[in-house]
């Protein structure tokens, strides 16, 4: 698949229905579509970042902006009290699917330590 046309890609240029959960300048958030907990949802800098890994010292902004929305969401779902876990897959062994990088956020149920 083309760098350029991830799903995520899609998503941000419209191509592709999400449920949306939030949008600002910077990011997006939307339900993610197989989700693996009551609350599940991406959060994507609208700025192309493939990984953790291949990020550079110019994306520290985008980073940051991801993590605020990801509190952000949490507030917004009323989970923020009972709790979520954050988690960007990165690479095959990280179960990295989309190479769009994504901050999952999980919440609504007790979540398992380590995920095994
Ligand atoms: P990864 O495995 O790369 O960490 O996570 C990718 C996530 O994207 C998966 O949890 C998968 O369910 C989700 N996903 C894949 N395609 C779509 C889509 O078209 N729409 C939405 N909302 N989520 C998707």
Not at 41 to 52: D, E, G, S
Not at 57 to 85: E, I, K, N, P, W
């Amino acid at each position: 698949m083309n760098a350029q046309n991830t799903i995520f890609d899609r998503i941000l240029r419209g191509e592709i229905p999400c449920k949306k959960v939030f949008e600002d300048e910077h990011t997006l958030a939307f339900y993610d579509i197989a989700p693996q907990a009551p609350v599940h949802v991406l959060i994507i800098p609208k700025t192309r970042i493939v990984n953790v890994a291949s990020a550079e010292a110019g994306h520290t902004d985008q980073l940051g902006r991801v993590l605020q929305t990801a509190a952000h969401v949490g507030r917004l779902l009323g989970v923020a009290d009972s709790g979520y876990r954050l988690v960007f897959n990165n690479g095959p062994d990280g179960g990295q699917s989309v190479d769009y990088l994504h901050c999952h956020l999980l919440a609504g149920r007790p979540l398992a330590w380590p995920p095994g």
